[in-house]
């Protein structure tokens, strides 16, 4: 299993990313997948999850500013993060456990993509 994320940086407060997921080694149109973030100091926390027919989840932390979405056809996870926020500073994951709704702790994850919201 190989699940590669991409598109972190740093963005001024207010602005905007979109992460991606490339998952391989899965049958990826029967797993959900889900976001997890890692700032300084802190536990991992989950952002944002997606069920294998498409049913989301968000930390109330972000709802209404990300938005999760999947493309079957390129077997990739996104996550677009608008209206960013300095407290949005942490190490992006995604992960899956190769099930159909994450309702436990990912058993796979990938590398991690730093993002960074200036003030």
């Known amino acids: 299993v190989q699940l590669q994320a991409s598109g972190g940086g740093l963005v001024h407060a207010g602005g905007s990313l979109r992460l991606s997921c490339a998952a391989s080694g899965i049958l990826f149109a029967r797993s959900a997948l889900g976001w997890y973030r890692q700032a300084p100091g802190k536990q991992r926390e989950l952002v944002a999850t997606i069920a294998a027919l498409g049913n989301t989840n968000y930390a109330a932390s972000v709802k209404g500013r990300f938005t999760i979405s999947r493309d079957s056809a390129k077997n990739t996870v996104y996550l677009q993060m608008n209206s960013l926020k300095p407290e949005d500073t942490a190490v992006y994951y995604c992960?899956?456990?190769?099930?159909?709704?994450?309702?436990?702790?990912?058993?796979?994850w990938g590398q991690g993509t730093q993002v960074t919201v200036s003030s």
């Open positions: 992960a899956t456990n190769q099930s159909p709704v994450l309702t436990s702790t990912p058993t796979n």
